[in-house]
């Protein structure tokens, strides 16, 4: 098992930037890809961001890219997602999201949740 955990969110104005925090625990070393999915109201989950354990490589939605970066820090266990240039469409809760064996896209393949943080952007 691995229990992931978010912080990070909030309310912030269009334009501005929050930075959230993914910190894992557990059986870390199963551990393939992390990745940020988003959630918001009426809409399916979709896929932000996502970075290999142990490589640098990444992932990023289209909608997302050039405005927001994910990166790691093995010795904390955490993963990070800066985002910049917020916009209101980017109003969602964020999960992080484990998967122990494909670098996908698609939620229904990570294998571990966090519980999500609201990050709502006003206009």
């Known amino acids: 098992q691995v229990q992931l955990v978010e912080s990070g969110g909030g309310l912030v104005q269009t334009g501005g930037s929050l930075r959230l925090s993914c910190a894992a625990s557990?059986?870390?070393?199963?551990?393939?890809?992390v990745a940020w999915f988003r959630q918001a109201p009426g809409k399916e989950r979709e896929f932000v961001a996502g970075?290999?354990?142990?490589?640098?490589?990444?992932r990023y939605a289209d909608s997302v890219k050039d405005r927001f970066t994910i990166s790691r820090d093995n010795a904390k266990n955490a993963v990070y997602l800066q985002m910049n240039s917020l916009k209101p469409e980017d109003t969602a809760v964020y999960y992080c999201?484990?998967?122990?064996?494909?670098?996908?896209?698609?939620?229904?393949?990570?294998?571990?949740w966090g519980q999500g943080t609201q990050v709502t952007v006003s206009s």
């Open positions: 999201a484990v998967d122990t064996a494909y670098f996908g896209l698609v939620a229904r393949t990570y294998d571990y």
């Open positions: 970075i290999r354990w142990s490589s640098d490589s990444t």
């Open positions: 557990g059986r870390t070393f199963s551990i393939y890809v």
